[in-house]
């Protein structure tokens, strides 16, 4: 939205979600957990740094995909999509559960991966990654 975004915008190549690094109206949410996924500038150094990338240029991102560091996951769902499905759909896929590229959505295949997974570690229930599905692929 205009009122939060600042003066400019530089969109990642997410395939799960609209992301991007951009400048903010409200610099005092600068490097606190307030976007949803976003990274925040004070505008002065998006539009410096603006005009210096292009299209295609690599971006990494050094943190946690499961929120704040030191914070417990959340708990996983059909339909949810993010950087948290996509590390667990790596874990399934190392595991052998899962047989495609992980994209960060959980839809029927990742459904299947988890519900799999979850039975042949002796997890029953609703077919969730919770706290216990987590530790069991190794985060």
């Not at 609209?18 to 004070?42: D, E, K, L, V």
């Not at 960060?104 to 077919?127: H, I, M, P, S, Y």
Request: net charge negative; charged share 15%.
């Amino acid at each position: 939205p205009p009122d939060v975004m600042g003066t400019r915008w530089m969109g990642l190549n997410i395939p799960y979600g609209q992301y991007g690094i951009h400048g903010t109206n409200n610099p005092h949410s600068i490097g606190s957990f307030a976007s949803h996924g976003c990274i925040r500038m004070f505008n002065n150094d998006a539009e410096e740094i603006y005009h210096i990338v292009t299209a295609g240029t690599p971006v990494i991102i050094i943190g946690t995909p499961f929120g704040a560091p030191g914070a417990n996951p959340a708990p996983l769902k059909f339909g949810d999509t993010g950087p948290d499905i996509l590390e667990v759909q790596r874990a399934l896929k190392r595991l052998g559960y899962l047989k495609w590229t992980p994209d960060g959505f959980w839809g029927q295949g990742t459904d299947k991966a988890v519900k799999e997974f979850r039975a042949e570690n002796g997890l029953t229930g609703t077919n969730i990654v919770d706290d216990q599905t987590y530790k069991l692929l190794g985060f």
